[in-house]
């Protein structure tokens, strides 16, 4: 879910480079993997951590656009965002279809 920056390792994620044009987005306080939830297609499907397994639902490319990565789910071509595009805390990941808002644009930043 969305939090205000802190610096917990909750907050911390590794990219894995899969070298086949995939990464795999790695909690630092848990090793778990972010995932589409039960590797669903439609939009507004959760995202979560789960045990690291090598699922396409597991693995995501990164493209720079604008400065800002757009994340998208190998198996689903969706892209990471927040539901409803919100800027509240709580709000939850989901997978979604392109859009070009700026919830779906993401600054991956060296660890503190």
């Known amino acids: 879910m969305q939090w205000p ?9 590794r990219v894995n ?9 790695v909690a630092e306080h ?8 039960n590797a669903g297609l439609p939009n507004n499907v959760g995202v979560l951590q789960w045990w690291c397994h090598g699922g396409t639902h ?3 490319s990164m493209t720079m656009i604008n ?12 892209c990471l965002q927040f539901e409803y595009g919100s800027h509240l805390d709580n709000a939850l990941l989901v ?5 070009s808002y700026s919830h779906q644009q993401w600054s991956l930043l060296p660890p503190p």
Not at 30 to 37: F, G, I, K, T
Not at 70 to 78: K, N, V, W, Y
Not at 95 to 99: A, D, I, L, R, S
Request: glycine share 10%; hydrophobic share 25%.
């Open 17 to 25: 480079d899969l070298h086949n044009g995939y990464y795999q987005l």
């Open 95 to 99: 997978q979604f279809e392109y859009n």
């Open 67 to 78: 400065g800002f990565y757009q994340i998208r789910a190998r198996h689903s071509g969706r």
């Open 58 to 60: 597991q693995q995501w």
């Open 30 to 37: 848990s090793a778990q993997c972010l995932e589409v939830n």
């Open 5 to 13: 920056c802190h610096g917990g390792q909750h907050q911390l994620w």
